[in-house]
């Protein structure tokens, strides 16, 4: 039988999520969103049912998708979970680590899939570079958007830079053992631009700046390891790969080519539901992100409080 499907906020995100739910091996049986006119607009592109309240969808479905601001994923999410359905979760897993691990608790005990949307980790150009990836020694991410106004209840390290961190921790395979960072806030009351620094206790080092009120986007990682380095664009889905060679430098590029990142993780996340094996961005892979985000945001409040009064 086919997963019932349900899609909880389809603001910017959650109308492609409804969208690749639809076309997708599952069937899509309605959505909620606290706007009704926006919940019964995207419900009526795809012939579906736009519920009234929350709890009519989760008595009709048996796996959703949150994507709705960070601030409400660990209530809807408790709540789904409590009701029996598996779940997908936009990032952040929560606004907090300590309400991600209450949801990583939540479905370990009712044996429900909880998987993270770190979406970039399905970027086609991420998945080649996962194989040209060794044992990096220097890592630099840069990931800098226009200000949307979305995501302003939380930080851009939590907002964004997090897509960079659930990256590089997957690729450096350790923990940092320091943490670094800057940041001040611009357009909100959360820090808008940050930069940090992190150690790794094998001595990789990444630095990582994320930004949501910049000029011109920019989604880009390097990564330098023994014998030549790879430049990753998020955006164009581009790798160049330099190395050494017997004659010279050996420069190479190409474009990675795969399914919407959406669809490969909707997919990933209704095979886990289907095999019982973990999605490939669990909870637990949410939780360590958001940690992570924590210390860099501890970081930068601690400076900022050193630096003193403007
Ligand atoms: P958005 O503001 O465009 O949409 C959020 C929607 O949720 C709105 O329609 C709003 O009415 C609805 N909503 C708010 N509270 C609700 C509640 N309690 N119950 C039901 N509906 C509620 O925001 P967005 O940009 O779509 O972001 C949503 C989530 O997706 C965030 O967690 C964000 O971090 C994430 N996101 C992920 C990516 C990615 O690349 N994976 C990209 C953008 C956003």
């Known amino acids: ?103 990583v608790t939540i479905a370990r005990d009712r044996n429900l899939v909880l998987a993270v949307g770190h979406s970039e980790r399905f970027n086609p150009a991420v998945e080649r570079a996962d194989a040209l990836v060794a044992r990096p020694l220097y890592l630099e991410c840069t990931r800098l958007a226009s200000f949307q106004g979305r995501g302003s209840d939380i930080d851009v390290v939590k907002d964004l830079m997090v897509h960079d961190l659930e990256i590089i921790l997957n690729w450096v395979g350790e923990y940092p053992v320091d943490v670094r960072a800057v940041g001040v ?71 990675a080519e795969g399914p919407e990142p959406l669809k490969a993780e909707q997919d990933d996340f209704l095979a886990a539901i289907r095999t019982g094996n973990p999605p490939r961005i669990s909870g637990e892979h949410g939780v360590r992100a958001l940690r992570l985000a924590e210390e860099i945001v501890e970081d930068i409040h601690g400076r900022l409080e050193r630096l003193g009064p403007e």
């Open 1 to 103: 039988m086919s997963n019932l499907i349900g899609v909880i906020g389809v603001g910017h995100l959650g109308r492609h999520h409804a969208r690749i739910a639809a076309l997708s091996s599952a069937t899509l049986v309605g959505v909620f969103d606290l706007d009704q006119d926006r919940a019964r607009e995207v419900a009526s592109r795809w012939h579906v049912t736009a519920f009234e309240t929350m709890e009519e969808l989760l008595g009709a479905v048996n796996a959703v998708v949150v994507a709705t601001p960070a601030g409400t994923h660990h209530a809807i999410a408790a709540d789904a979970l409590g009701a029996g359905c598996h779940c997908l979760v936009e990032k952040p897993l929560a606004a907090d680590s300590n309400d991600g691990r209450a949801l």
């Open 185 to 255: 806030s611009v357009m909100t009351r959360e820090v808008d631009i940050a930069n940090a620094r992190l150690e790794f206790p094998g001595g990789a080092v990444a630095t990582l700046t994320a930004s949501r009120v910049s000029l011109t986007p920019i989604r880009a990682v390097r990564v330098f390891q023994r014998g030549g380095y790879l430049s990753v664009d998020l955006k164009e889905k581009r790798i160049r790969m330099i190395r050494h060679s017997t004659a010279g430098l050996d420069v190479s590029e190409e474009i």
